[in-house]
């Protein structure tokens, strides 16, 4: 399966199914975000039941607290 | 004092966003900056070079060497001498521009005191270095009404959003918790220009808003990363909660509530803990520094007292703050307090 990430290619050996489980993978789990879905933004509560869909553009923007 | 020429300010008036007007309204407006560190450093700079007319900076530090490679306002002296950054920046800031009404506090932000500092500002800039302060930050600004700057950077990374009470949705609507682990600039790093980057955002959103440009505002959260050519603007108006426990229909100001601020905070970018006493306390540093030069190093400025022991630093103040340096862990931290000041 092929998402567009922040912008780049990346494509994930099985479907990764929702949105909720893309996050959950090892190199965002730990980080809070917020979530663009082709342009939309998505809230934490729909995380789980928005489907991923081949070509998908995905923008992830993560906090930091530094300053 | 050297008096100011009468074209300071006339190529900030000559841009159409703010014009005569608008730089009175700047010469009007309260400004309080929360951390003078390197966000803090640089928002403070503009702020006054902008002609505002009173800028107020909070920090509960003291520079350091490893401070100098991007926090603006302070000299090699600065760090030899271990100033409180809120005193070597108001000092600096007021020779930038003798015009601005400039005070540095050397304090800790927490629930019970933070209203003492917000209570006749235009708009509080956010430069901390950590999330449990601007929560408390959030909080009051949105009870009270006061628009404020998110903005964070670590690495080659930064964020930033404006908060507007009552219009966009606040930091708690975006955030449901205190964010634990991800990037500090411990592990990430740190360069220059993703701190002048965040501050030019920052501060160009205040400008917009002291100067009367509310439309101008930018609505969105904006996030970069100046390594890999990443930019990206969210409009979050969206998320703004209902629910929230900040800024929804049943808000209770959770993070304003007594006690909801740890006693003990592991410092952003330093092998350091910072311990609290329980309720403010007032000491009197010579006296300290007579009993403990027992155990190790004891020197003293007007703002601080510093122990060097064999494994440890201790900066004592006289709020009864203690850092602990050369650990990075509450729990061994605490013992060392506690060995020292019961």
Redesign the interface.
């Known amino acids: 399966m092929k998402l567009y990430i922040?912008?780049n290619e990346t494509r994930l050996g099985e479907a990764c199914g929702t949105l909720a489980d893309l996050l959950s993978r090892p190199e965002w789990k730990?980080?809070?975000m917020?979530v663009?879905l082709n342009g939309a933004?998505v809230?934490?509560e729909d995380y789980g039941h928005v489907t991923l869909a081949d070509g998908d553009r995905v923008?992830l923007?993560?906090?930091?607290?530094?300053? | 004092m050297i008096s100011a020429g009468q074209d300071r300010y006339s190529r900030q008036e000559r841009f159409y966003g703010i014009g005569a007007e608008g730089q009175k309204k700047l010469a009007e407006a309260k400004v309080l900056i929360i951390g003078a560190g390197a966000l803090g450093s640089a928002c403070a700079e503009t702020m006054v070079r902008s002609g505002v007319g009173r800028v107020t900076l909070i920090d509960r530090d003291y520079v350091e060497w490893s401070n100098l490679q991007r926090q603006n306002l302070y000299s090699e002296q600065d760090a030899a001498e271990r100033m409180p950054k809120a005193v070597a920046a108001a000092r600096r800031l007021r020779s930038v521009n003798s015009s601005v009404e400039v005070e540095g506090i050397v304090a800790d932000i927490t629930a019970e005191e933070i209203g003492l500092y917000t209570r006749d500002v235009d708009l509080i800039l956010d430069a901390a270095d950590n999330f449990e302060v601007r929560m408390i930050v959030n909080d009051i600004a949105v009870r009270d009404g006061i628009p404020w700057i998110y903005g964070a950077c670590t690495g080659s990374y930064g964020i930033s959003m404006t908060i507007v009470p009552g219009q966009s949705a606040c930091l708690h609507c975006l955030l449901d918790g205190l964010p634990t682990g991800g990037d500090t600039c411990d592990t990430a790093g740190i360069i220059g220009p993703a701190v002048q980057m965040t501050a030019a955002y920052q501060t160009a959103e205040a400008l917009k808003w002291l100067s009367g440009n509310v439309s101008a505002l930018r609505g969105t959260l904006v996030s970069f990363d100046l390594w890999t050519n990443r930019h990206s603007s969210m409009d979050t108006s969206r998320l703004k909660r209902a629910d929230c426990p900040s800024c929804g229909s049943n808000r209770t100001y959770p993070y304003l509530s007594p006690g909801s601020h740890s006693r003990t905070t592991v410092l952003c970018g330093r092998d350091t803990v910072q311990i609290r006493p329980a309720s403010p306390a007032r000491l009197d540093l010579e006296e300290w520094e007579r009993r403990l030069s027992a155990h190790g190093r004891a020197e003293r400025n007007p703002y601080m007292l510093s122990l060097t022991l064999e494994k440890h630093r201790l900066a004592v103040f006289p709020d009864g703050r203690v850092l602990i340096h050369g650990t990075g862990d509450p729990a061994e931290a605490r013992s060392i307090y506690h060995r020292y000041f019961g």
């Open positions: 922040n912008g730990e980080r809070r917020i663009e933004i809230g934490k923008e923007v993560h906090f930091v607290g530094g300053g």
